[in-house]
């Protein structure tokens, strides 16, 4: 009876089992990793050119980092306009003494121009979801320390109009959110911001007109679910505002406590 007792397997015999499964498992997906590799070798997301490296991280080449990424970003930490680097302060900003906007803070990757400009306007075709993912990991990559200031409680992507995302198939921003909750270890809530209205493409219209275009464009769902809540609002680009601004006002008439804006590129 007692020998029958000692033979059943001790919680040490289990773990070293369990041991030697794990380095099994790791042992063959490392080799299906390197098989893989050989196979299809990683290339950039945007340039297309041989990555040799990049088993991890965003998947752009050294180029395409410098170009998208830059390391520092003298944004206005109000409206994120690009300001003097004396200037840093949203009290010498003429972006946030000119118009009302109702989210708190920006964090932008880098400025919609050259590099950036070109990667958010490929990001946006359809098929484009690779450079839509290196970009959000580059947005949290880049900008960490700014982000987890925040410390947002959920976070929201700018919804598209439900027609609009029938037909695209997809919502960069949706794709750019979940990569910064992975990162930052917070849920994302895509269906508590609803975009109700169709509006025109902000895309030509003067800044006056792109925020009278999204006034009352959006409404909140479920309100208990951000009610005294931090959000972080997750856009592609930001240019006057207005489509942020109108967001997160909405979000707050709703009960949230504050709104910032985390965007790849700021024009
Ligand atoms: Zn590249
Ligand atoms: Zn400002």
């Not at 033979?7 to 490392?30: A, E, F, H, K, N």
């Not at 919609?112 to 990559?141: F, I, N, T």
């Not at 967001?247 to 707050?252: E, G, H, I």
């Amino acid at each position: 009876m007692f020998r029958r007792l000692e033979q059943i397997p001790t919680r040490r015999y289990i773990d070293r089992m369990i041991g030697l499964v794990r380095g099994l498992r790791d042992g063959i997906c490392g080799l299906w990793r390197a098989g893989f590799g050989l196979l299809f070798p990683p290339r950039c997301v945007h340039c297309n050119a041989d990555l040799f490296n990049a088993l991890s991280g965003p998947c752009l080449c050294a180029e395409c980092l410098a170009r998208c990424g830059p390391e520092q970003w003298y944004g206005c930490p109000r409206c994120g306009a690009l300001v003097p680097v004396e200037h840093y302060s949203s009290d010498d900003c003429p972006g946030c003494s000119r118009t009302q906007l109702w989210f708190d803070t920006v964090v932008a990757l880098g400025g919609y121009h050259a590099g950036l400009r070109d990667a958010v306007l490929r990001m946006k075709r359809p098929s484009h979801d690779p450079l839509s993912l290196a970009l959000g990991r580059l947005l949290w990559e880049r900008r960490r320390d700014r982000l987890s200031e925040i410390r947002a409680d959920v976070i929201v992507p700018v919804p598209m109009y439900w027609g609009r995302r029938l037909s695209r198939g997809k919502n960069n921003p949706e794709t750019l959110a979940a990569c910064l909750a992975k990162s930052l270890g917070v849920p994302v809530r895509r269906g508590v911001l609803v975009r109700q209205l169709n509006t025109l493409p902000q895309a030509g219209l003067t800044p006056p007109r792109r925020f009278q275009n999204v006034r009352g464009a959006f409404r909140v769902r479920r309100p208990a679910g951000i009610r005294d809540a931090r959000i972080l609002l997750v856009d592609d680009v930001l240019t006057t505002g207005a489509t942020c601004s109108e967001a997160a006002k909405t979000l707050k008439q709703a009960g949230a406590a504050m709104v910032a804006v985390a965007v790849v590129a700021r024009a």
